[in-house]
């Protein structure tokens, strides 16, 4: 129980993390392009887990062995993870829109419980599906359903592919974490994750401009590298390691949660009564799950 409290714990924080990250990249992507500002995040990302790392490292006088079979396990998660999910997030949300992506992007979870169940052979259990389905019903409920799907197919179809590959992102952690810790797996993915965006940021730079003499511009890009990518990926990972995967996905519900609130806080935005009755959906799926024994799991 209690170390599905510290997951629960990390998961939200990291949900949380990413939905605040929205605000501030509205506000930097006036100023850096999508592809160069992902690519500045992964450097001051990997800089930051990279020294923390080192640190603990000399604090423990030891240090990480990686075989070289264990460097393709951290090369395909940086890859289809913080690469390809990423990238597809936001070409997606482009071709059609924040809403439509929004929604879509929800159907990870019910992903990360099939692909459990195939790669880490996790039981597909009732408490499981009932939460997945209560769970996302709420997303629905709260985003709501008028969107022109139709108008975006391309656009939803790579939505699609950025739901299907974060969940394989968040299965192949669960992996990882049978060898590595949370900051080393998070540290290396995110440094082949810059390797493979380093190409795209080039030729976007071919044809667009990056303007940073703002002080706003570099505090935002710090922040989104340091907190939003570096603290919210160990986060993520770290829940994924103390918790079943099935049941961590579940947290992934919390951005628009999170989103919501923080328009209501923020921007004065009015939370009508369908935002409580999603967020009685989400919370009752997450705690079903949360509060069962492990021997239930």
């Known amino acids: 129980?209690?170390?599905?409290?510290?997951?629960?714990?990390?998961?939200?924080?990291?949900?949380?993390?990413?939905?605040?990250?929205?605000?501030?990249?509205?506000?930097?992507l006036d100023y850096i392009p999508p592809l160069t500002l992902v690519w500045v995040r992964y450097v001051i990302a990997f800089v930051f887990l990279f020294?923390?790392?080192?640190?603990?490292?000399?604090?423990?006088?030891?240090?990480?062995?990686?075989?070289?079979s264990d460097w393709l396990l951290?090369?395909?998660?940086g890859f289809i993870g913080y690469f390809v999910s990423i990238?597809?997030?936001?070409?997606?949300?482009?071709?059609?829109?924040?809403?439509?992506?929004?929604?879509?992007?929800?159907?990870?979870?019910?992903?990360?419980?099939?692909?459990?169940?195939?790669?880490?052979?996790e039981k597909l259990?009732?408490?499981?599906?009932?939460?997945?389905?209560?769970?996302?019903?709420?997303?629905?409920?709260?985003?709501?359903?008028?969107?022109?799907?139709?108008?975006?197919?391309v656009g939803c179809?790579?939505?699609?592919?950025?739901?299907?590959?974060?969940?394989?992102?968040?299965?192949?952690?669960k992996v990882a974490s049978k060898r590595f810790s949370s900051l080393t797996i998070t540290t290396y993915a995110v440094l082949f994750a810059l390797v493979f965006t380093t190409p795209a940021m080039i030729w976007e730079l071919q044809s667009n401009d990056v303007y940073y003499q703002n002080i706003l511009i570099i505090f935002g890009v710090i922040y989104l590298g340091v907190v939003s990518t570096a603290g919210a990926f160990f986060l993520w990972n770290k829940g994924m390691e103390l918790m079943d995967a099935g049941i961590g996905?579940?947290?992934f519900f919390f951005q628009p949660l999170v989103g919501s609130y923080l328009g209501w806080l923020l921007l004065k935005e009015k939370l009508d009564v369908n935002f409580f009755i999603g967020s009685f959906l989400i919370m009752t799926g997450v705690v079903i799950v949360t509060l069962q024994k492990k021997k239930s799991m």
Do not use: E
Request: glycine share 6%.
């Open 157 to 173: 179809i790579i939505l699609v592919g950025a739901a299907i590959t974060w969940a394989l992102l968040s299965v192949y952690v």
């Open 51 to 68: 020294v923390v790392l080192k640190m603990i490292h000399i604090k423990n006088g030891n240090r990480t062995v990686i075989k070289k």
């Open 87 to 121: 990238a597809f997030q936001f070409i997606g949300t482009k071709l059609s829109d924040a809403h439509t992506g929004a929604l879509i992007t929800s159907a990870t979870p019910a992903f990360i419980v099939v692909f459990a169940r195939l790669i880490l052979k």
């Open 74 to 77: 951290l090369a395909w998660i």
């Open 249 to 251: 996905s579940l947290f």
């Open 125 to 153: 259990t009732v408490r499981k599906i009932t939460s997945v389905f209560l769970a996302t019903l709420g997303v629905v409920i709260v985003i709501g359903w008028d969107t022109k799907v139709g108008t975006y197919l």
């Open 1 to 28: 129980m209690k170390q599905n409290f510290i997951g629960a714990i990390c998961l939200s924080l990291a949900a949380s993390m990413w939905d605040g990250m929205y605000v501030v990249s509205k506000y930097v």
